[in-house]
């Protein structure tokens, strides 16, 4: 019953739902926002031009290296 009325809603206004991700997806999907994080990150450490930030920005780089191989 209540489970029923985002679908209908759904359809009344002409739209389609999506399936309910997996646990797997949203894992891969946290991971990719969380590699995201790192790099914007180290990005900006990396633009502080000193040696911390070069080291700071080296250890993001690899922590999205680890977490996410093709990001």
């Known amino acids: ?3 029923d009325v985002a679908p209908r ?3 009344q ?3 389609s739902m999506t399936p309910n991700k997996t646990a797997t997806e949203r894992r891969a999907a946290s991971r990719v926002f969380d590699a ?3 790099y914007s990150t180290g990005s900006n450490n990396w633009s ?3 040696c911390e930030g070069f080291q700071s920005a080296l250890r993001m780089f690899q922590q999205v290296a680890a ?3 093709n990001y």
């Open 48 to 50: 502080k031009l000193s």
């Open 36 to 38: 995201q994080q790192a």
């Open 1 to 3: 019953m209540a489970g």
């Open 67 to 69: 977490s996410v191989p």
């Open 9 to 11: 809603i759904a359809e």
């Open 13 to 15: 206004i002409g739209v």
